[in-house]
């Protein structure tokens, strides 16, 4: 007598499936950590390029590459404002008028009514809609060219601390004002270079290394349709939006829309663009990637929004900041990921 096959009850069914969802979910998580570990070694490979770049540039006499503001922490109050920044040790708002003074490192030595237009290496930027850059010191927002039009307008301090408070204190002993003071103490920094300058500029540098970082994803323009002009023309958005935070966009008019440099620009191999700066007197450039993340030091964690303050996300990214309070919701830190070069900029 032939017996009945019996067949696989709920239970059983419920277990395979649980197995087969967990085998599934392990070979995403490898798949996506796989990924991530390429585009790390190609982000690797493009700091490489643009070192080996550097280092041609210098040898050839053409000079170090100087590092200029980043167009959405620029020195320059439009119309839509200046980019808000904070004094890291008091987390005080330091959002002033137009008329930027850098040079100066300690800002005791300033007149006190001048303070809040004095812009320090030190100081996080604080504009949350920005989450990309959002709580990176001045110092470390930069991108690779000249004084950009709509982004610089500043004046720099001649002189060391010493030398600019003895002049400053004896003009207004004088008779001048505060303002006409520094003024006099100053030169004034203002960008003029449209986005296809910016392209000569980088391609001067690059030389015969453009193709390879084309090759590499890290070397491009906007795609054309990112034609629709965000926050005083400085970057430009495909006119997309979403209600909550996604890589590589900025919060305007309520919706998150992604965003690009105008002009050409170097990217990681996570489309985020690469942060270049002066470094040790210009002895060096410091470059960094934000990694997988896309964000240098805040992530606005599963629900894509930030929900910390500037002081509570100040004070769990940097221990020497006081804060109130240590809410932050889901938010994280973003800066685990970052890599980081410092390249020689110096015969």
């Not at 920094?189 to 090759?215: H, K, N, Y």
């Not at 050409?264 to 942060?275: H, R």
């Not at 997988?292 to 500037?310: C, K, L, M, Y």
Request: hydrophobic fraction near 40%; include cysteine.
């Amino acid at each position: 007598m032939v017996g009945l096959r019996r067949g696989f009850s709920l239970v059983e069914l419920l277990v395979v499936i649980a197995i087969i969802g967990a085998l599934a979910a392990l070979i995403l998580i490898g798949a996506q950590t796989l990924m991530d570990r390429t585009k790390q070694v190609r982000t690797e490979a493009i700091i490489g390029l643009i070192q080996q770049a550097v280092g041609v540039a210098i040898s050839e006499g053409r000079g170090a590459p100087e590092a200029t503001e980043h167009p959405l922490a620029g020195s320059l109050a439009g119309s839509a404002g200046r980019p808000a920044f904070r004094r890291r040790d008091t987390i005080t708002s330091i959002i002033g008028p137009d008329g930027a003074y850098e040079g100066i490192e300690n800002p005791t030595l300033f007149p006190a009514s001048l303070r809040s237009r004095l812009i320090l290496g030190t100081d996080l930027h604080a504009e949350s809609r920005f989450a990309t850059l959002f709580l990176v010191p001045r110092r470390d927002i930069g991108i690779l060219g000249a004084p950009q039009q709509l982004v610089t307008r500043k004046r720099r301090m001649v002189g060391n601390d010493t030398q600019i408070a003895s002049r400053v204190s004896s003009l207004i002993s004088q008779g001048q004002t505060p303002n006409d003071a520094i003024d006099a103490c100053s030169v004034i920094i203002e960008g003029d270079a449209s986005p296809e300058d910016q392209g000569r500029i980088l391609t001067d540098l690059c030389g015969a290394f453009v193709a390879e970082l084309s090759e590499l994803g890290a070397w491009h323009a906007p795609d054309p349709s990112y034609s629709t002009p965000l926050y005083d023309n400085r970057v430009l958005s495909d006119g997309s939006s979403s209600p909550t935070w996604q890589a590589h966009s900025m919060l305007d008019a309520g919706s998150w829309k992604p965003y690009r440099l105008p002009g050409v620009a170097l990217y990681d191999a996570w489309g985020t663009e690469l942060l270049i700066t002066n470094a040790e007197r210009g002895a060096r450039l410091r470059i960094q990637s934000a990694g997988p993340d896309t964000v240098f030091r805040w992530h606005p964690g599963a629900n894509g929004q930030i929900d910390a303050s500037v002081e509570a996300a100040a004070a769990s990214v940097y221990n020497d900041v006081t804060s109130a309070t240590t809410a932050i919701g889901d938010d994280r830190r973003g800066d685990d990921d970052n890599i980081t070069a410092l390249l020689e900029a110096q015969p």
